[in-house]
């Protein structure tokens, strides 16, 4: 234990954020060369360093120990620390391992860490042991994606890149962009009285993890209003906007239209929509707020779009939320997200996260999505493809793990996927016979200020992993 958050706390005097990552790479090329260990790194940076077996473990399989090198480095407002140059500055309270005013970069510093260690015990009985770190985990998986595994023996490879102990993650979605356009132009003079709708107050969230609590997507519903202020009158967008990123599940959205129907049947329908979309969410949401605010012109002209009708029949209809839930394991298999909205002078731009853990179910999913919206006369482009890991029902490694967890602690761990991507799908999708599991200590709060290391659980999974390494088959 000591030794791990000995070379932690060496990792986190190294700068080492995304697309800043020399350092690290060099500090590890330079612990495999200061320990004699065989390592080899590419023009990315990866490193891959290797350990021959021990005594008595030359005929098992190889054991792949796998993280990545950079972290989330985030800073409150006003910290004095520049986290392009500068180390950490760590605290230790309640058992707990902190940076001050900074991300920690547990994830995934301490599965570096936790390498480097089981590396340098010489007393730990293993099979032949190969490292691979990875850079550019945080910002697009670059390092997975360039990495060549060619001369890779391992067959079992323990990814460290989860947060929450216990928990034996056995698969993961992998993912797709698809960007959609339909061409509007502005050609149609405002008329009658113009308003602002606000959609807001919803939780949003990540649309990998919290999918399948069915929560609101406010550019859908902001689609689902302005279809019913469509049925009272002659209406025309003006502006429309909603939502951050793709893989986000959109807390807000706002259009501001041209209507000819009067402000109290206006009011009317939007007070309906409100209580009707407050009790399907109801025990989800807290609280859907929909603010309508008259827009004064000034008499200015002001020109809506020619394709309001279609933009609301789109946000509407299209596909949103869990498309499949996986028939082995308890999780999303397959999902949609809306995550974009926006009008430009291009026209109308939605913004699509699809995730699948079964590359045929993405691949579906990508060409129904692709045949809706070009039927409803959109251009569509896609980017960001990355493959997932499919849930293996035979896993040696897997059960190692539960066994060794069973043994330990006296209790079962929890076995699960996750509907978000790790590196774990870029590997195996290079060495398809990979058995492949993710474990790693309690991190609280990753990629914040707030995030917090938890030792105990460190010292714990540190122990999973030993245990699980020195088993034989």
């Not at 850079?135 to 990814?159: C, H, P, Q, R, T």
């Not at 933009?311 to 949103?320: E, G, K, Q, R």
């Not at 997932?388 to 602690?409: A, I, Q």
Request: with cysteine; charged share 30%.
């Amino acid at each position: 234990m000591k030794k791990t958050l000995d070379y932690f706390k060496e990792i986190c005097s190294i700068p080492h954020g995304s697309y800043n990552i020399d350092a690290i790479s060099d500090y590890l090329a330079d612990f495999a060369k200061a320990n004699n260990l065989s390592y080899r790194r590419d023009e990315l940076k990866n490193v891959i360093i290797r350990k021959e077996a021990t005594k008595g473990f030359e005929n098992e399989e190889g054991i792949i120990l796998q993280g990545h090198m950079d972290m989330v480095a985030v800073k409150e407002e006003g910290a004095d620390i520049n986290l392009e140059k500068d180390g950490l500055k760590l605290r230790e309270e309640n058992g707990f391992l902190f940076a001050e005013g900074t991300s920690l970069g547990g994830d995934d510093g301490i599965a570096i860490a936790m390498a480097m260690e089981i590396l340098t015990d010489d007393e730990l009985p293993h099979p032949y042991l190969e490292c691979i770190f990875t850079v550019n985990e945080e910002v697009g998986m670059d390092g997975a994606n360039g990495i060549d595994l060619s001369d890779i023996k391992g067959k079992y490879l323990i990814n460290i890149d989860s947060e929450e102990e216990g928990v034996i993650t056995t698969s993961c979605a992998g993912g797709v962009r698809l960007l959609s356009l339909l061409e509007c132009e502005r050609n149609i003079k405002a008329h009658g009285n113009i308003y602002s709708i606000e959609i807001k107050g919803l939780k949003g969230g990540h649309s990998g993890t919290s999918i399948h609590e069915g929560r609101a997507n406010a550019i859908i519903l902001c689609g689902k209003l302005l279809k019913e202020i469509l049925a009272i009158g002659k209406t025309d967008l003006i502006a429309i906007s909603g939502g951050e990123k793709d893989n986000a599940i959109p807390k807000f959205s706002q259009m501001v239209f041209s209507t000819d129907a009067g402000f109290e049947e206006l009011a009317e329908t939007v007070t309906a929509f409100d209580e009707k979309i407050n009790e399907e969410f109801k025990g989800i949401e807290k609280e859907i707020q929909i603010v309508v605010t008259p827009v004064n012109n000034e008499g200015n002209e002001v020109y809506c779009i020619d394709k309001t009708e279609e933009t609301a029949d789109i946000l509407s209809n299209v596909i949103n939320g869990v498309v499949k839930m996986c028939e082995d394991i308890p999780m999303v298999e397959t999902s949609l997200n809306l995550g974009v909205m926006n009008l430009d002078n291009e026209g109308l731009k939605l913004d699509f996260c699809l995730r699948s853990s079964v590359s045929k179910e993405k691949e579906d999913l990508k060409e129904k999505l692709g045949t809706f919206l070009a039927k409803k006369g959109c251009a569509l482009a896609l980017s960001g493809d990355y493959p997932g890991w499919e849930y293996r029902k035979d896993s040696l490694l897997r059960e190692r793990f539960v066994s060794s967890y069973r043994k330990l602690y006296k209790k079962e761990p929890v076995v699960c996927g996750v509907h978000a991507g790790l590196e774990c799908g870029i590997l195996v999708s290079k060495k398809s016979d990979l058995d492949c599991v993710s474990v790693g200590p309690n991190i609280l709060c990753i990629h914040t200020t707030e995030e917090k290391l938890d030792l105990s659980s460190v010292e714990r999974t540190v122990k999973l992993i030993r245990d699980v390494i020195s088993s034989k088959d």
